[in-house]
Structures are given as C-alpha cells and as structure tokens.
C-alpha cells in the first residue's frame, strides 16, 4: 500500500491503532521471497497518519552497525523490534545481541520462525545451449514452411532431439540451493524466553504455528505435548501474532480445537492482518468464545501490550 491506500484503508476499516513492521534482510538467499520494507516508509506513515500507526523496526543483526539503527529509530517514535526475519538460529550471536539491545531498550520482539529449504536451478551449458538454440531456429523454419513429407520427418526428429537435449541438461546441470531457516531452533526460543523474562516477545510465521495446525488435525484439544502449546504455558512473556497465512490455517483447522486454544490463551493473542484477504476477522467472530475474549484478541491486549 503507498500512503494514500494505507489512509483509507485505516479510515474504511474504523482502526483506532496499526503496526507497521520492517523486513531487513542484507543478504537475501537467492530465489528467496525477501522484499525490503525499510524504516523510512513507516516514519512518513507516522508523520502523515500520527498517533494512528505504530512502528516497529528489526534491523540486519549481521551488520556491524545494526544497535546504532535501532537505537536511532528507537528515538525516533518505533516501539518494537519487529519483523525479526533473518536466516539465523536464535543461539547464534547476532540474535542473541539483537535480543539483548533490545531487551535494554524495553522494545517488544515480533520475529518470524521458518524451517530450513531447498531450490532447485538448471545451470548454463554453453554447448548445449547452443544447440538447443540452434535447433529451436530449424524447428521454427520447419514449423513455417510448407508442410511436405520431408519437412515433417525433420521437424519429428529435431523436437525429439530438442527434447533429448533438454531432458540432458536438466538432469546433469541441475543445482539445488540450500537456504538457511528463520529463527528455527526451538530450543533457542527457549533459552531466550528464560533469559528475559521481561521482555515481551511475539511469535509468528509457518514454523511457529504449524505445529498447532498439525495437532488440531487429530485433537480437539491443545496439549503440552506441543511444543508450542507449552511456551506458550510455560512463558508469560511468550505471545501469539494471529497473521498471515499461517496462522489462518493453524486457526481454520478444527474450529473446536481453536476456540479451546483462543480461550485458553486469551490473554496473549494479537490480531494482525499480514495477508489479510483471508477473512481472519470472519473467522475468529465465527468460533465459540464470547465478546470479551473477542476483545481482548482484535484491541485490548494490543493496548495493554503497547499503548501507554
């Protein structure tokens, strides 16, 4: 959304309060879905929309001078650490430092978990490239020519060697690329809830609430059993990002079993609208828990969180 559309939108939709998140990854993996959302467009937000918006800001934890840009904006008016989104495990010391400065600067963190992934890409062969061009040119003369006998017995025998070719190539030159997860270790996340206690973090992306889609498929009910389920118990300082698509489908599973889980931890459940074009608000108004949770899931506990 430019300006204009985020106004309206804020408008349209009667929003007392939104937060707008960063993603700062310097050194994307190739093929990687990254899109650079940087500080500044949020800081023209506030200045434009005032007391409306809300920033958060999660700076490249592997650049050398990643505390001095959150500090800045820190000064500047953004209240959290958010989205955390890097090809990092949380033992490593570039979060373990982020998590720290921000602990010092009382910035709540909001960080996306992920596992590990792998693409795959045909690599350049310059002979045969060469010839598949070559005979990509003959086949198009053949193909506008004027049909006779011999024309369609070379035309069947150059898109078979085409084919051949093509079939070579991918299966010698064929490169598969590893990409580190986002924040995957989930022992880490532990270590870090147990080590700042005060400080509020905020889960959220595939890896945070699949294992709560995967569970609602066979129970009714959340277990400590999960892993996620028993942070969440465990960690008065561990919340829940209800966004995107993952936790759409986590929620859209066993509607019984998400009622249960919102009412359970009614308390540490933020509505958010990153992918919004799911009905997430439909779907949350539709399970069994009353008015006041309702609350406490779309505003009240944004309030309590940040708004002093």
């Known amino acids: 959304m430019d300006l204009a559309s985020l106004r309206n939108y804020i408008e349209k939709s009667h929003l007392k309060k ?14 990687s879905s990254y899109q ?35 500090e800045l904006w820190k000064s500047k008016g953004f209240k959290g650490c958010g989205e955390l989104k890097v090809r990092c495990k949380w033992a490593s010391e570039q979060v373990k430092s982020i998590v720290s400065l921000s602990n ?16 795959q890409t045909v690599e350049d062969s310059l002979i045969l490239d060469r010839a598949i061009k070559i005979l990509s040119k003959i086949n198009y003369r053949l193909h506008i020519s004027r049909q006779n006998r011999l024309n369609i017995s070379l035309k069947v025998m150059i898109q078979n060697t085409l084919r051949s070719l093509t079939s070579t190539k991918t299966r010698f030159k064929t490169k598969t690329h590893l990409h580190d997860g986002y924040l995957d270790d989930i022992s880490g996340l532990e270590t870090a809830l147990k080590k700042y206690p005060s ?13 709560i889609q995967e569970e609602a498929k066979s129970r009714n009910t ?43 931890f009614q308390e540490k459940i933020l509505y958010g609208t990153d992918n919004f074009d799911l009905g997430l608000e439909n779907l949350v108004n539709n399970f069994f828990i009353d008015e006041s949770t309702k609350q406490k899931i779309f505003f009240r506990n944004a309030e309590r969180f940040f708004i002093s």
């Open 36 to 70: 650079n959302l940087p500080p500044e467009c949020i800081y023209e937000a506030m200045n434009l929309l005032g007391d409306s918006v809300i920033g958060f800001y999660a700076p490249d934890p592997g650049e050398s001078n990643f505390a001095e840009r959150l």
């Open 104 to 119: 010092s600067l009382e910035m709540p963190v909001l960080f996306h978990m992920e596992a590990a992934s792998k693409t």
């Open 222 to 264: 959340p277990s400590k059993n999960n892993r996620i389920i028993r942070l969440l118990s465990d960690y008065e300082n561990l919340h829940a990002d209800l966004s995107a698509r993952s936790g759409y489908y986590a929620m859209n599973q066993n509607h019984t079993y998400s009622s249960v889980f919102l009412n359970l």
């Open 199 to 211: 400080l509020k973090f905020i889960g959220h992306g595939p890896d945070f609430w699949r294992p």
């Open 18 to 31: 939104v937060w707008l998140l960063t993603w700062e990854e310097n050194t994307p993996s190739p093929k």
